[in-house]
């Protein structure tokens, strides 16, 4: 047994002891440490968040927007001070203990709008997202625009602490932009009638210096009057510019549909370009695909004034080379169609950062270079305009120094598949135009009302072949007269009479024996796209557009008679085709100026009735009318007597001068008289040279 000494033991005891005591010691300094840090953070975090206190305080203090915080209750946390701009009714202390967002905003918003504002609060709430609104409120007697945006404020961990209301002030922005809108409106009410009232002078000037080339001996006055009309006419092009883009900008642009045909625009437009071009080393070159269809519907005059600011500014800006013009279609659903456009010039170019710009307005560019160039800048930000109007786009390329090219495209109508290239030939349509009637209704009895003689004699002829009674009647007040002694079962009733129109004799006849039993069919020279359900909902059966189709009319007919009025021809009368038009000599006067192969399709192929529209378009001579309307500065007689002229050169297939007629009747409608004034002599001269021609031809 090993016995330790008493000695021994203690001294080991001791031993252990002072090591414990190391051990405490050590323990005792890392506690020690750890309290120094812990209360050194602890000093840190009280720092740091009277610091967060302070920054916060600033921000709320100095933030320029009224920033709302509550809770889930709707019950305030925060405000910035903004809001005591508003309100005085509560403190910052208050807030921050929590008050109902409807007490705090009382004060801010009327009640209507906070009502509208919790409405949408208590939507967020609920976990909607709403976009930022803007509300105007009136606060103390003066307007305020806000926008409002309400957000929902979560904790890390997505948990919901409540909503984050924003009112941003914005009744500065708002006012600037009224202001702004307004004094553009302004603007384009005063370009607008400014340019009105300029075109009434320039008119006179226009005028009076025609009259002096045409009066004067003296040469030097006439060197003078040349030069004040073509001054005249610049600013007069420069002042339509302006209408146009004034017209555009305040919305009261609008498109003028009418039939027309795309080889007379394209005649006329290279007639233009050819004689500007006459003096100078540049070609114009055409492409033009011969399919695309050559009767559309659409505003020829616009579609015309987007080319000749095209090829316009291609001739300012070209100097040698050539300047072309390509055409191409793309059929589209129904009878509608594409056209694309391009016109290329091998001229000055336009530098690449310049090419966006041109298509703004009042943009001119290159301008150092181009001083001596005429222009507004407005042509090609109203063509952009006016594309668009027709659903298409425009664009161009250029190299600078080598030349340009635009392209544009449009949406139009339709109105005859013919193709382009058949109708400068002149070809006739596959059936030489003729047309025999189907059958005979000898009991049937038709009313024909027309102001305009000759559509009078047309519808007359057209209907000879079924032989149908016809009665004829002048004016509105004639047909009641004439229904009211003898019962019709058909009415074909022109619409646009002087006194009393189409639709109030249609509805007086209804009121007549027999009245309400009569189909009253409308006769209508300007047939819009919807026409048939118009003139349907006005009270007529049906409508006819003029001038008449035969084709169009028989069926119009049959399906107005009873059909125990109707007797079927088996074969049509008579053995042989249509009569041909003699072709006249080439040269001619009257060969130049009718198509007969289109006329004949109006007259069912029958030469003798042809001859007859003929004679009657002769005697219907609306010279003297025209040339008094025209010294009288009658506009809106000159229109209506231009307007009939229209239909009835386009019934003997002069459709150059029904063309013409057409932008004389367009220019007054407008009160375009700086037009009229430029056109009327060449028309008229037009005019005279094709009745005596006809005088001629009818004298072997
Ligand atoms: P303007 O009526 O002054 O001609 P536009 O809007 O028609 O105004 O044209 C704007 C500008 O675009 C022109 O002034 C010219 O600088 C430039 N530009 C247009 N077409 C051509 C072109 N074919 N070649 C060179 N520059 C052109």
């Known amino acids: 047994m090993d016995v330790v000494s008493p000695e021994k033991r203690l001294r080991m005891e001791n031993k252990k002891l002072s090591r414990e005591i190391k051990r405490l010691r050590k323990d005792n300094e890392i506690l020690r440490i750890a309290n120094d840090q812990a209360s050194r953070t602890q000093a840190y975090i009280q720092k740091d968040s009277t610091r967060q206190v302070f920054f916060n305080n600033q921000l709320l203090r100095t933030y320029p927007y009224l920033l709302v915080l509550t809770d889930e209750k709707l019950l305030t946390v925060m405000i910035s001070d903004v809001f005591f701009r508003y309100s005085g009714d509560f403190e910052r202390e208050e807030i921050r203990r929590g008050v109902p967002l409807r007490e705090v905003l009382a004060g801010v918003l009327p009640e209507d709008d906070l009502s509208i504002l919790l409405e949408k609060c208590e939507a967020a709430l609920a976990g909607a997202s709403a976009p930022p609104y803007l509300m105007r409120s009136v606060v103390g007697g003066s307007k305020v625009d806000w926008r409002i945006t309400i957000k929902r404020m979560e904790k890390t961990g997505g948990e919901f602490a409540g909503l984050n209301i924003m009112f941003v002030d914005m009744t500065d922005v708002v006012n600037a932009m009224e202001r702004a809108e307004e004094a553009d409106k302004a603007k384009s009410n005063f370009l607008a009638n400014m340019s009105h009232e300029i075109r009434t002078p320039m008119n006179a000037i226009v005028g009076m210096a025609e009259f002096i080339l045409r009066d004067s001996a003296d040469e030097n006055a006439k060197r003078h009057a040349t030069r004040i009309k073509s001054a005249a006419r610049t600013l007069l092009a420069i002042i339509n510019d302006i209408l146009d883009f004034s017209k555009i900008e305040s919305g009261k642009m609008e498109l003028v549909n009418d039939s027309y045909q795309l080889s007379h625009l394209i005649a006329d437009l290279a007639s233009m370009v050819n004689a500007r071009l006459q003096t100078r080393p540049v070609t114009f070159r055409t492409d033009i695909d011969g399919n695309i269809p050559n009767l559309l519907y659409g505003d020829e005059v616009r579609l015309k004034q987007i080319l000749i600011n095209i090829l316009g500014n291609a001739m300012k800006f070209t100097h040698s080379g050539y300047i072309a013009l390509a055409i ?8 509608y169609c594409r056209l694309f456009f391009r016109v290329t010039d091998t001229g000055i170019g336009i530098k690449a950062a310049e090419l966006e710009k041109i298509f703004s307005s009042f943009t001119q560019v290159d301008t150092k270079r181009n001083r001596s160039v005429e222009g507004t800048g407005l042509g090609l930000a109203i063509c952009r305009r006016l594309v668009d109007m027709m659903g298409g786009s425009i664009h161009v390329e250029s190299e600078y120094g ?43 009895r038709v009313l024909v009302v027309d102001d305009n003689e000759m559509n009078l004699e047309v519808a007359e002829g057209l209907l000879a072949p079924y032989g149908v009674f016809v009665a ?25 009479m002087p006194d009393m129109d189409g639709v109030e004799a249609m509805r007086r006849i209804r009121l007549l024996k027999g009245g309400p039993e009569a189909v009253v069919i409308a006769l209508t020279a300007n047939a819009l796209s919807g026409a048939a359900a118009e003139y349907k909902k006005l009270g007529f059966q049906d409508f006819l557009a003029k001038p008449i189709e035969p084709k169009i009319m028989e069926k119009v007919l049959r399906n107005a008679l009873s059909p125990r009025l109707i007797r079927m021809l088996e074969k049509p009368p008579g053995e042989s085709a249509a009569e041909k038009p003699a072709k006249a000599a080439t040269g001619d006067v009257y060969a130049d100026a009718i198509d007969e192969e289109r006329a004949l399709k109006y007259c069912m192929g029958n030469r003798d009735f042809f001859g007859k529209m003929l004679g009657a378009f002769r005697k219907n001579d609306k010279t003297k009318p025209l040339e008094n309307f025209f010294r009288a500065k009658d506009w809106e007689n000159y229109r209506i007597v231009v307007h009939a002229l229209k239909g009835n050169a386009l019934t003997v297939g002069a459709l150059r001068l029904s063309g013409h007629a057409k932008e004389l009747e367009f220019a007054a409608r407008d009160k375009r008289t700086e037009v009229i004034v430029e056109k009327h002599a060449p028309f008229m001269e037009e005019y005279r040279a094709l009745l005596a021609a006809i005088d001629a031809r009818e004298k072997p």
């Open 472 to 496: 004829k009647a002048t004016s509105g007040p004639e047909a009641i007269e004439c229904f009211a002694r003898d019962t019709f079962d058909v009415v074909f009733m022109d619409h646009m």
């Open 402 to 444: 080598k030349g340009t090219t635009f392209r544009f495209d449009i949406v139009s109508a339709v109105e005859g598949w013919q193709k382009l290239s058949e109708a400068e030939e002149g070809e006739a349509e596959p059936d030489g135009g003729a047309f025999r009637a189907t059958f005979r209704a000898p009991e049937a």
């Open 328 to 335: 191409r279609h793309e059929k589209l659903a129904g009878d």
